[in-house]
């Protein structure tokens, strides 16, 4: 797998510039400050940290919503800058987001088969009947009914709209799909579902997954290669069993000792403890 | 604080520029020229008009008839009444407190009876009560004031013969009027039945200007502290054992004054404007009623000139409540 | 004597479509110096039963129980007035949003206060004192300063500190937090539990975990209790739920979890809900 | 493309169509249905709605509907009193004003130019509204400093005064008068718009558009605006109801319709002088507006308890 990245990053930077008031000056803010990674095709980088950390920052520029302040993205031998080239049809079609959300990203006026839709009728040429078959055929890839075409999101329940979410996002058979917290909103019961979809998806049309998350058991589930950023930094990146197995920097550590087991062994030991 | 009160302070200066510029424009747009106007059906002979224009500067080009007249503003020059030919801005300062002491007592009216209605209509919700406060607020938001002037004229002056029909006080008091709110100067005369008389003719048209707002702020009230009660901050009051009184009227109360008073402040305009209409039906004799005949007189520097004032009425208490807003409310107050 | 018992509650609410059963005949017992947990996912219920023993639930709410004693005391038969001398002394609770369940227009020592002023009969300086010794028992740096501090200058975690102090002020018998730790990042989760299980170990009070989260259940609780659309699923010590659940919905639960998965794909609640839905449950008209 | 088209034959592909949009109606039914329901819980709205439909028949029908024309002065019966009362006459029900026109058939024609008003206020201010609030909202920056200000501008005046100007300068009259409203009327719906659309343009579905590729105008329009909407109709019905407010103050003060237009307002002005001696002359026009804009605002009311999603979910 070594040699075929999808998506190279190097040294990637992103300044937010906080405007000052009468008597303040601007200050400047670094949500990411030089980070560098590689994601083969066909597998998955988790990205893991806590608030504030720049993860979702990384997320925007990536899915070429912001700009990068500086710093180069290539996706699929393609370089990106939007700053200077805004985004074209094509490299839209390379990368596609699901949010953490499911209410909030879909559109409450939309029905599913227009937010399904939607993406054709802005890139692609496709007379309708033909986008209707294909709205209607990714809505039975991800899980769902043909009879849930005409619905409004606000008919769905919040695992249902995330399917919805991401067959909207792979519409335009992208190479890279971002995934932001895509199941941190969910029961643990329909997580598991989405999870279990997400690897099927992945599985069938070779996608390429850039998951941000939270919870290190489902990043140590689902992940090939996990980066850690803490204040903006990458402060580990490596295979998942190099870093779940042997942690370097402390904050990984930290993480790792703050997560709750819930196996046999930590509650026995932590009952022996309280018990003493 | 301090750059939130000097954020609103810049905000002003643009907006006023801008109120200067319409009431400028005002005389402008009057179809025909000023002058036409004021001499109405006597005429003017063209020589004099001439001569009359070149005075007032209708001459120069705009940009410097613009910039004149700002000059003149900031001296405190807004013209002077071609009916009454004293300067606008002594008639109005005359004129404005009467305004100022029928607004006072009626937005006091409204405070006083709207928000402790709003708050008992939300803590009773969907009460006998809560509809009855509510449908009643319906009504008089949606009650056009110059007939409920004419209404309460039928009923209070005529049928019962209560109170006064128009005026500030009875022709039969003569005092000086030094404040020139009638209340105090009343007060202060010595005159027995004065003061009683000026209150008697203040009732009807404060209930009258305070009907709308009243309305609005008891509306207001109660979808305010809808939404607080539902927050979890009350929950979190509750929780602690409080008592229901302390919940409501400090915990809930405290959050939902925040818009409550925005609104209250929103109400000086609604004031103003119903100024208009109540000093009509009351002949009540202040600026509401001085810029109708104005219109009705084509005195239109006055018209300019009050605009002019209104507005700048309006900047500054909406100015005092950004600050209000801003000194209960701590997320504004501390950052 | 059970700290806390409650024997076959039932709860519905009044809704637009009709009465909704929240809670369906659940029995819990909590004893002092224990840690039960309550877990279920949303629609379980899990909170219903505490917000009912807090008298925090709606008016729409009708609740009915054969028995819900609080140290022997029946809490349904006792006036508002006498139930307020006992919540937020006696019995507290800390919620999931710890930004929003402070007063923002209060400043944090005032709202600490105001539990004291309403409980106690200490004096103003006493007071003062104790709100100070308060903030610092749950390890909030400088707490002189920070008396005058609003919640919105605080973060999430310093504020669910600040709850728990506000919680803890009357040395209460029994604690109840609803999702402290959701809102919170992993760390911060962390060091609120370890907080939590200090101040219950030093206190012998009891302590009421409502969650979601298996792992949370895992690190803190003694006995838990395994709720579903209203229904108790399963109760049990946490040692035995985790090792060998009893109930297919546990069962489900506990595979569902990602770092309990074994092949390529994770099981599903779906793929065992037959065994525990005998009929789909709707609301009761 | 898939499958299950390739092998689609027409006929099928045809009965797939129709079940998809009789589902997608069912979903559109369903919604309505949902508005109504909420719409319907409040009693008071209900009723506002009915009353104001009625009206608008009276008023489209006003000829047929009339017992006189407007118009006509009866010599032998000025200031007849209503029916009722001793004097009255069955031919005026509600008595006859100082010239000897029936109040009653005054009233029904009037409604005309209250809706009238209503309706062309409220179509020039909702319109102008919402196109410089989502411009302002979406592009912010300078755009939205400038179309902001110029609406502070016409805030800092107090409604009916900045109406009156206007008037003076226009002339008196009805259309003048509804130009000089709606101008008024305008800056709310601007910053309602704006506000709303502050609140949905940085929301995730929004950011989903544009990586689908939607362009400005489609995210403003057509992904934002349609969720804009509900403060706005709420917005649309209090203005309806302010706008009869105003165009009726203004005839009171001799500014808007003139004389012998029966317009609500204008009728008011006439009869105030009688005020004391013929006391249906100055009732019945105000009822008519009071009521009239009563049953807007209940309408009103009950539209925002309808379409506010945080009223719905609790």
């Not at chain 1, 619905?151 to 971002?178: D, E, N, T, W």
């Not at chain 2, 207001?220 to 409501?248: C, H, N």
């Not at chain 2, 119903?274 to 039906?281: H, K, N, R, V």
């Not at chain 4, 910053?191 to 502050?198: G, K, N, S």
Request: hydrophobic share 50%.
């Amino acid at each position: 797998m070594s040699g075929d990245a999808i998506l190279k990053v190097r040294d990637l930077k992103r300044d937010y510039v906080i405007k000052g008031g009468i008597f303040t000056k601007p200050r400047i803010l670094s949500a990411v400050k030089g980070v560098s990674f590689d994601v083969e095709r066909g597998t998955t980088l988790a990205v893991v940290g806590e608030s504030g950390c720049g993860k979702s920052t990384l997320a925007r520029i990536l899915t070429m919503i912001d700009p990068a302040t500086a710093g180069t993205v290539e996706i699929d031998g393609q370089p990106i800058d939007i700053a200077k080239y805004g985004v074209s049809r094509e490299m839209r079609q390379k990368v596609q987001i699901v949010f953490q959300n499911p209410y909030g990203s879909l559109n409450p006026r939309q029905k599913i088969g227009a937010v399904l839709e939607e993406p054709l009728l802005l890139n692609t040429d496709m007379p309708a009947a033909e986008r209707r078959d294909a709205a209607l055929a990714m809505l039975q890839k991800v899980g769902l009914k043909p009879e849930h075409y005409g619905r409004y999101p606000h008919m769905f329940s919040g695992g249902q709209r995330q399917r919805i979410a991401i067959a909207r996002s792979i519409m335009l058979k992208p190479k890279l799909l971002v995934l932001d917290e895509p199941v941190s909103a969910l029961d643990l019961s329909v997580q598991a579902q989405i999870l279990n979809l997400l690897a099927d998806l992945q599985e069938e049309f070779n996608l390429t997954y850039v998951f941000i998350s939270h919870d290190l058991s489902v990043v140590r589930y689902i992940a090939d290669k996990v980066m850690v950023m803490y204040f903006g930094e990458a402060v580990e990146y490596g295979t998942r069993d190099e870093v779940f197995d042997n942690p370097r920097h402390s904050y990984t550590k930290t993480l790792f000792a703050a997560t709750p087991r819930a196996d046999v062994n930590s509650i026995k030991a932590r009952l022996a403890k309280r018990a003493a | 604080m301090l750059r939130f009160l000097v954020g609103r302070i810049g905000l002003l200066i643009p907006t006023f520029i801008g109120v200067t510029l319409v009431a400028f424009s005002f005389i402008r747009l009057l179809p025909g020229d000023p002058l036409d106007l004021l001499a109405g059906e006597r005429g003017i002979d063209p020589e004099r008009k001439a001569e009359l224009l070149r005075q007032m500067g209708f001459d120069k080009p705009m940009w410097q008839q613009y910039l004149m007249y700002l000059g003149d503003i900031l001296q405190g020059d807004l013209g002077t009444s071609f009916v009454s030919k004293k300067p606008v801005l002594t008639e109005f300062l005359t004129l404005f407190p009467a305004t100022v002491e029928l607004a006072l007592c009626a937005i006091l009216l409204a405070v006083l009876l709207g928000i402790p209605a709003g708050i008992f209509a939300a803590v009773k919700r969907g009460s006998f009560f809560d509809q009855s406060i509510m449908g009643t607020a319906l009504v008089g938001y949606s009650m056009p004031i110059f007939w409920w002037g004419l209404l309460l004229i039928i009923l209070f002056s005529g049928i019962l013969q209560w109170t006064p029909v128009s005026g500030r006080i009875s022709l039969i008091y003569f005092f000086p009027q030094d404040t020139g709110f009638m209340l105090i100067d009343s007060l202060r005369s010595g005159e027995k039945g004065a003061f009683a008389s000026a209150v008697r003719h203040l009732i009807l048209p404060s209930v009258v200007l305070a009907t709308i707002p009243l309305a609005v702020i008891a509306r207001q009230t109660r979808s305010a502290m809808l939404e607080v009660l539902g927050e979890d901050y009350v929950r979190t009051a509750r929780a602690k054992g409080l008592s229901p009184l302390r919940v409501i009227g400090l915990h809930a109360l405290r959050n939902a004054l925040i818009p409550v008073i925005t609104t209250i402040g929103l109400q000086v305009g609604v004031l103003l404007a119903g100024a208009i209409l109540t000093e009509t039906i009351f002949s009540w004799p202040g600026i509401g009623k001085w810029l109708v005949d104005s219109i009705s007189r084509r005195d239109y520097f006055v018209v300019q000139g009050a605009l002019l004032l209104i507005a700048a009425i309006v900047m500054i208490v909406n100015l005092i409540v950004d600050v209000l807003y801003g000194l209960v409310n701590p997320r504004i107050r501390h950052t | 004597m059970p700290l806390l018992e409650i024997r076959n509650l039932v709860v519905e609410f009044d809704t637009a479509a009709g009465p909704f059963r929240a809670l369906d005949g659940v029995d819990y017992t909590v004893d002092a110096g224990e840690v039960l947990a309550i877990v279920g996912e949303s629609g379980s219920g899990k909170s219903v039963a505490m917000l009912a023993v807090m008298g925090l639930l709606p008016d729409t709410a009708t609740i009915t129980a054969d028995r819900m004693a609080f140290e022997g005391r029946d809490l349904a038969t006792l006036s508002p007035k006498d139930r307020r001398q006992v919540i937020g002394k006696d019995i507290s609770m800390i919620f999931q949003e710890p930004i929003a369940s402070l007063n923002p227009c209060f400043t944090v020592g005032f709202q600490i206060g105001e539990v004291l002023k309403t409980h106690t009969r200490l004096s103003g300086s006493e007071r003062a004192a104790r709100v100070i010794e308060l903030l610092k028992a749950v390890g909030i740096p400088e707490p002189e300063r920070r008396l005058s501090s609003f919640p919105h200058q605080m973060s999430g975690g310093q504020c669910q500190r600040v709850m728990i102090a506000m919680a803890i002020a009357c040395s209460p018998k029994l604690l109840i937090a609803d999702e402290p730790t959701t809102a919170l990042d992993v760390t911060i989760q962390k060091q609120i539990l370890d907080l939590l299980l200090k101040l219950q170990a030093e206190s012998g009070m009891g302590l009421i975990m409502i969650t979601h989260d298996m792992g949370v259940v895992a690190e803190t609780a003694d006995r838990v209790v395994v709720q579903y659309q209203g229904r108790q699923m399963e109760e049990a010590d946490v040692l035995s739920l985790f090792e060998s659940p009893k109930h297919p919905y546990t069962k489900a639960l506990l595979s569902a979890l990602p770092e309990n998965a074994t092949g390529d794909r994770l099981p599903t609640v779906g793929d065992f809900r037959a065994l525990f839905e005998t009929a789909p449950k709707e609301a009761t008209a | 493309m898939t499958e299950a088209s390739a092998t689609q034959t027409p006929a099928t592909e045809t009965a797939v169509a129709a079940k998809l949009a009789s589902e997608s109606r069912n979903a559109t039914k369903a919604m309505l249905t949902e508005f109504w329901y909420y719409f319907s819980q409040n009693r008071g709205a209900v009723i506002g709605l009915a009353f104001f439909l009625a009206l608008v028949v009276v008023a489209v029908f006003a000829p047929l509907v009339a017992p006189h024309a407007p118009d006509t002065q009866y010599r032998d019966s000025f200031l007849t009193p209503p029916v009722w009362e001793a004097g009255g006459k069955a031919a005026f029900l509600l008595g006859t004003d100082a010239v000897g026109r029936d109040i009653l058939s005054r009233l029904i024609y009037g409604a005309r130019y209250s809706l009238f008003i209503g309706v062309i206020v409220v179509t020039i201010a909702l319109s102008g509204g919402i196109v410089l609030g989502v411009i302002a909202g979406y592009f912010r920056g300078a755009v939205d400093t400038f179309i902001m200000r110029v609406m502070d501008i016409i805030l800092a005046f107090p409604s009916l005064l900045l109406a009156l100007v206007l008037v003076a300068i226009l002339g008196p009259g009805l259309t003048n008068a509804m130009i000089a409203i709606a101008l008024v009327l305008q800056p709310h719906f601007v910053r309602l718009t704006r506000a709303a659309v502050l609140s949905e343009r940085n929301r995730d579905y929004v950011v989903a558009a544009r990586l689908a590729g939607a362009g400005n105008m489609r995210l403003m329009f057509k992904t934002i605006l349609p969720n804009c909407l509900s403060p706005l109709i709420v917005q649309a019905t209090l203005s309806f109801s302010s706008a009869i407010l105003d165009a009726a103050a203004l005839g009171f003060l001799g500014m808007g319709a003139q004389p012998p237009t029966p317009e609500w307002g204008t009728m008011l002005a006439e009869a105030r002088e009688f005020i004391l001696r013929a006391w249906w002359v100055v009732t019945f026009p105000g009822l008519a507006i009071l009521i009239t804009v009563l049953a807007i605002n209940l309408v009103g009311d009950g539209l925002r308890d309808a379409l506010d999603p945080k009223l719905k979910r609790s």
